[in-house]
């Protein structure tokens, strides 16, 4: 099993522009959370899916937007990106408590 | 906003030391208290765990301390090791009708030999 991964790894966006992270898990998981990470902040939820076909707003929600059209797959946009966005962002995956996280992917806005 | 609030943000430790992290909590319907261990450059991976009908739970050189009544919880690394050494953060899930977890802002853990 290769748990949840993340596409791409690294990203540089110039403000303004637009990008889709991808979140694949194939543990079956229901549940399924994007996080930005910020150094002194923690983790932050952005957006979580609790089925295909639903989503919710996380605490940090503005900026971004999330489609779970398959239940292995989760999706993370930026419609336009800003300097603000700059972070590392982690996808996970849960049956109910343990959640298993991503690699992450590390995205600047320039 | 529920919170989780966590400290020392930084703890520097000797080889064989013990290193203790404390969170605290305030909302008593949280059910479930992860610790996640994170590696530079890589996604937290879960620890250990514990609810709060137990009041100790122990893995190899890993225990979490829980005391209800003052609504706290801590992770005590035994034996500490140079490869202990990443970032640790405590966490708290709220029962029924949640799915979410709230995070501790991290400690950063080095041990030195």
């Known amino acids: 099993n290769a748990g949840v991964t993340q596409t791409p790894k690294f990203r540089v966006l110039k403000t303004g522009q637009s990008m889709t992270l991808l979140c694949a898990q194939d543990?079956?998981?229901?549940?399924m959370y994007w996080y930005r990470q910020d150094p002194g902040m923690g983790l932050r939820l952005i957006h979580y899916?609790?089925?295909?076909?639903?989503?919710a707003k996380g605490e940090v929600p503005d900026g971004y937007n999330v489609s779970r059209l398959k239940k292995q797959n989760f999706l993370l946009g930026l419609e336009s990106a800003a300097p603000s966005q700059t972070s590392v962002y982690f996808c996970?995956?849960?049956?109910?408590?343990?959640?298993?996280f991503g690699p992450g992917t590390r995205l600047t806005v320039t | 906003q529920q919170q989780v609030k966590q400290s020392p943000q930084s703890l520097i430790v000797q080889k064989g030391g013990i290193s203790i992290i404390n969170c605290a909590y305030e909302?008593?319907?949280?059910?479930?208290f992860p610790w996640y261990q994170q590696f530079p450059g890589k996604g937290p991976a879960l620890l250990i765990a514990?609810?709060?009908?137990?009041s100790e739970k122990k893995e190899g050189r890993f225990t979490i301390s829980f005391n209800k009544s003052a609504k706290q919880f801590s992770l005590h690394i035994m034996d500490s090791q140079p490869g202990d050494s990443a970032t640790y953060f405590c966490?708290?899930?709220?029962?029924?009708?949640?799915?979410?977890?709230?995070f501790g802002k991290g400690t950063k853990l080095s041990v030195i030999p």
């Open positions: 996970a995956s849960s049956r109910v408590y343990e959640q298993y």
């Open positions: 543990m079956n998981h229901e549940y």
């Open positions: 899916s609790v089925g295909e076909g639903t989503t």
């Open positions: 909302n008593t319907a949280f059910d479930y």
């Open positions: 514990i609810r709060p009908d137990v």
């Open positions: 966490a708290a899930w709220v029962g029924a009708g949640s799915y979410q977890l709230t």
